[in-house]
């Protein structure tokens, strides 16, 4: 049995098809899904950004709390001293 060449195949004529023998989208539809395939990316994208900056008020907060706990330990007390540990615990808590 003869194997047909390349150029001796019909040609393939009327609605393109995809890799399952489907009809391929029309270009409105296709191009839609591409704006919503941005669309989709921009908002993932804002979401990250968002994501990566601090609370302003939350960052002045810690650098408060922080800034206490070290003035109490340049004057000598130490952090395990009860007045410490109940301000620790108590700047911690309002922190949320």
């Known amino acids: 049995m003869k194997v047909p060449k390349s150029d001796d195949r019909?040609?393939?004529?009327?609605?393109?098809r995809n890799r399952h023998n489907r009809a391929a989208e029309p270009d409105h539809v296709t191009e839609m899904l591409k704006l919503c395939l941005q669309r989709?990316?921009?908002l993932q994208a804002d979401l990250e950004n968002e994501e990566e900056m601090p609370d302003p008020e939350a960052a002045g907060y810690?650098?408060?709390?922080?800034?206490?706990?070290?003035?109490?330990?340049?004057?000598?007390?130490?952090?395990?001293?009860?007045?410490v540990r109940s301000l620790k615990e108590r700047l911690l808590r309002n922190r949320e």
């Open 10 to 16: 019909p040609k393939r004529r009327g609605t393109k």
């Open 62 to 83: 810690t650098a408060c709390a922080m800034e206490t706990l070290q003035f109490l330990s340049a004057h000598g007390l130490p952090p395990d001293h009860p007045m």
């Open 40 to 42: 989709i990316c921009e």
